[in-house]
């Protein structure tokens, strides 16, 4: 596992309290993740980990790590099934309960996290991003952030990035300090897991026209 010790932009205060929560974390819940382990285990089978490519800090290309939270059902001409199709129950507690994102301490132990930052979203909408919205890859991405516990999914996405580059422009300790605690009261209430019908939000198709 390659180690980036201190991400380049990254400020040393930022990454070293990132390592040393990341580093207390997983050695404290490492019986959480080994129990959340056996459970996808029996729920979805193997692999039990969702690994995906992702854009980080400055645009750098990394791979995420979850727990998975779908079946990989398909129709008949082999395409994926919806999400809210393939989602199954454990996999509804596992992210009404931010469960699944446990193994992104390890990304931050990467170094291709933080525990506060823009979440990290699909490489397709890289080139969706206008100039502004694109300014949320200037810092690297988090298990939480601002837009996180100013709505989560139930924000459209104009509003998610206003809220990332809101957190860019105006980045301390303390708001990271700040977003961790209201993140603690969000997961404790399972606010603005999903929008209305779907699994968790719709794919972002662009900015609309002005």
Not at 182 to 202: C, D, F, H, N, Y
């Given at each position: 596992m390659t180690i980036k010790l201190f991400p380049k932009g990254t400020p040393f205060v930022k990454r070293l309290f990132d390592l040393i929560i990341a580093s207390f974390a997983i050695i404290v819940l490492s019986p959480m993740m080994l129990l959340v382990s056996v459970l996808v285990a029996v729920d979805l089978g193997f692999p039990i980990l969702f690994r995906q490519k992702r854009p980080g800090g400055l645009g750098e290309i990394f791979t995420i790590y979850k727990f998975r939270t779908m079946r990989e059902d398909k129709n008949s001409r082999g395409n994926p099934l919806p999400d809210a199709n393939r989602l199954s129950k454990t996999g509804q507690f596992l992210r009404s309960s931010s469960l699944d994102?446990?193994?992104?301490?390890?990304?931050?132990?990467?170094?291709?996290?933080?525990?506060?930052?823009?979440?990290?979203?699909?490489?397709?909408?890289?080139?969706?991003?206008?100039?502004?919205?694109?300014?949320?890859?200037?810092?690297?991405?988090?298990?939480?952030?601002?837009?996180?516990?100013?709505?989560?999914?139930?924000?459209?996405?104009?509003?998610?990035f206003e809220l990332d580059v809101w957190?860019?422009?105006?980045?301390?300790?303390?708001?990271?300090?700040?977003?961790?605690?209201?993140?603690?009261?969000?997961?404790?209430?399972?606010?603005?897991?999903?929008?209305?019908?779907?699994?968790?939000?719709?794919?972002?198709?662009?900015?609309?026209?002005?």
């Open positions: 994102e446990l193994p992104e301490l390890f990304n931050i132990i990467k170094g291709d996290m933080s525990l506060v930052g823009p979440r990290p979203l699909l490489i397709e909408y890289l080139p969706l991003y206008n100039s502004e919205q694109a300014r949320r890859h200037t810092v690297l991405p988090g298990i939480t952030g601002w837009a996180q516990v100013h709505g989560r999914n139930i924000l459209d996405w104009e509003q998610k957190y860019v422009d105006h980045w301390s300790f303390w708001l990271d300090i700040k977003i961790l605690a209201l993140t603690v009261v969000k997961v404790l209430k399972r606010e603005g897991i999903s929008q209305p019908g779907m699994a968790t939000s719709e794919p972002f198709k662009g900015n609309r026209p002005t």
